[in-house]
């Protein structure tokens, strides 16, 4: 039987047929009600996700002036009552026009915590399958917390090893002792796992860690798979992770050496050699050369990058795991940090450098 | 010459990605942060003093032995007084820091000392700028070594300098992958190099060409004005 997810806006009632996946996620749109009214309503129909516009007010037919509200109002009402019921929570994502949703809706902003995932309605179309996969492991992912009866153990969520995984950070155990519901769980494995290179990769991070091009890294897939570095854990079915330890453990073994101690064109020839692929070498977005020591993938471009021709960025409330994120020269001389969405601050540590780099001749 | 505001600059930049690179303790981090605060009020002034009081040591995080034995290494710097005013002079009135070994159950196993002699009518002999090994530490109740010799003729380092021979040498795949060539961390040590170093090195370049003595013996504590 498919899921059932509610999508409540007051003006694209069509985005159904963009949000479902056939025979898996269906959803049904729900007119406006006062916010009360429509959150008991919801909780009744009992969703596996529920998408929420932000700017409920724009056409609130059959709604009094004083009861129009934003999206965020409705899901604080939800969140809280959650945390009554923590065996029937549930995703709660923001569908949104607004152009400047950055801004209303950034890291440090209170609305930003009460949902899971914030979706473009412009991006709906030509990022279905993406988007949907998404919406999908949300709900499937809430259907397992609901499951656990309030009882969260990280290595059995995460389907960690306790002898290959080290999951023992205070910041990490006390969230998952501490959830009242399973949203608060969601919003730290988002926030803190998936999003952010630390104990897991994405594609771009991995390749990085290889000395390979990410669509050569998608060559390498299939091995690293069989070697079980692939994240198995909640939400994978949405986020393609791969555990960063099996993955550096796996590369020293190949390597004979610290990944990150060899130029990426030495390590795509190891692996060439030892599993009869054809990677491409990852090149410095600075110098175009194959020899850089690239190690870790840029937060604005997402290609691999060096340390020498990198700036640390500005990443506050991050768990200590986490790995800070960097932005390479190229970007910062063609000021795409400016220009990223939300904008990318380089630290202050490094601040000094921004002038350095944006004059600085490519000669090396 | 090197500010005091300069050198609190520097300073808080190396905690930042020293904590960051997972090497310092996050009461050390905020320890340099104190001392880097009290150094920025000071201002552009070229004679300053800084420093890690020994019963507050700055502390990293946990290292190993050859044997993987756990280890903690330990930095203190009892009191750097810098005066850069006359440059005939080193930029050093005051120079006594030390890094301190201790094993699992918290017991002295090594302890490095470099420091500035005492220049006086009679100078403890040894190089004006010397390493040492063991090396005794005011206040401290650990014995002092039997052999306070040799004092080996080496440049000043001060806090920031120690911090990262402590990270070369007991976290060096941090220090390597994270640190060694960040464009940051590389200007915030060039800081303090061009205070430990400029001065040190020229009168060293002096004593490399000098008939009249040895490289050593030009640097001898009473061989400094």
């Known amino acids: 039987m498919a899921f059932l997810g509610l999508l409540i806006d007051d003006q694209d009632k069509h985005l159904t047929a963009s949000l479902r996946t056939k025979e898996v996620l269906d959803f049904e749109w729900l007119p406006l009600q ?6 008991v309503e919801i909780v009744k129909k009992s969703p596996a996700i529920v998408a929420l516009d932000y700017r409920l007010d724009e056409a609130p037919e059959g709604l009094e002036a004083e009861d129009v509200y934003k999206g965020s109002a409705l899901a604080q009402h939800l969140r809280d009552g959650a945390i009554g019921e923590p065996s029937s929570d549930f995703p709660i994502v923001l569908v949104s026009t607004e152009e400047k949703l950055e801004k209303l809706y950034a890291p440090d902003k209170t609305a930003h915590d009460l949902f899971d995932r914030v979706y473009r309605k412009e991006v709906l179309t030509s990022e279905r399958d993406r988007i949907r996969a998404e919406l999908v492991a949300l709900a499937s992912g809430y259907a397992d917390l609901n499951g656990r009866n309030g009882k969260f153990d990280p290595y059995d969520i995460l389907r960690a090893e306790q002898e290959t995984e080290e999951l023992g950070f205070q910041d990490l155990t006390l969230a998952f002792e501490r959830a009242d519901a399973p949203h608060l769980i969601s919003k730290y494995i988002l926030k803190n796992i998936i999003d952010r290179p630390g104990l897991l990769f994405d594609s771009c991070d991995a390749a990085a860690r290889l000395g390979v091009t990410v669509e050569s890294f998608n060559e390498l897939i299939p091995t690293i798979d069989e070697a079980g570095v692939a994240y198995r854990g909640l939400f994978s079915d949405g986020w393609q992770r791969w555990w960063s330890d099996r993955l550096l453990d796996w590369a020293e073994t190949r390597f004979d050496a610290r990944p990150a101690s060899l130029g990426a064109n030495k390590r795509s020839a190891v692996l060439n050699a030892a599993i009869g692929t054809k990677t491409e070498p990852a090149r410095s977005t600075w110098n175009d050369s194959d020899e850089e020591l690239i190690s870790f993938a840029c937060c604005c471009c997402h290609k691999g990058s060096e340390v020498r021709h990198s700036l640390s960025v500005f990443a506050p409330n991050c768990a200590k795991f986490t790995i800070r994120p960097r932005i390479c020269w190229d970007c910062i001389q063609n000021d795409r940090h400016e220009n990223h969405e939300p904008k990318i601050i380089v630290d202050e540590t490094d601040a000094e450098l921004v002038e350095y780099v944006q004059s600085k001749d490519r000669d090396e | 010459m090197i500010t005091a505001k300069e050198a609190a600059t520097a300073l808080r930049n190396v905690a930042d990605k020293l904590a960051h690179a997972g090497i310092l303790m996050a009461e050390g981090q905020g320890y340099l942060y104190e001392e880097a605060g009290r150094l920025s009020k000071k201002g552009n002034v070229i004679d300053w003093d800084m420093g890690v009081p020994k ?32 440059h005939s002079s080193s930029p050093f009135e005051a120079l006594d820091a030390a890094i301190v070994v201790k094993d699992k159950s918290e017991k002295v196993i090594a302890r490095w000392h470099i420091d500035r002699a005492n220049v006086s009518d009679e100078a403890q002999p040894g190089p004006l ?35 990262e021979v402590v990270a070369a040498n007991f976290f060096h795949n941090e220090w390597d992958e994270k640190l060694r060539r960040d464009a940051g961390w590389c200007k915030a040590i060039h800081t303090f190099q061009r205070l430990c170093f400029d001065h040190y090195f020229a009168k060293m370049r002096s004593a490399v060409v000098s008939r009249d003595s040895t490289a050593l013996g030009f640097m001898w504590a009473d061989e400094w004005s």
Do not use: M
């Open chain 1, 34 to 39: 006062p916010v009360t009214k429509l959150a």
């Open chain 2, 55 to 86: 019963d507050r040591p700055l502390r990293f995080k946990a290292a190993h032995d050859k044997n993987g034995e756990k280890i903690s290494v330990y930095l203190s710097a009892e009191g750097i007084r810098v005066n850069q005013s006359d």
């Open chain 2, 129 to 163: 700028f010397h390493l040492q090994f063991g090396g005794h530490l005011p206040g401290s109740t650990d014995p002092d070594p039997v052999l306070k010799v040799p004092r080996w003729c080496h440049p000043p380092l001060e806090i920031a300098l120690l911090c």
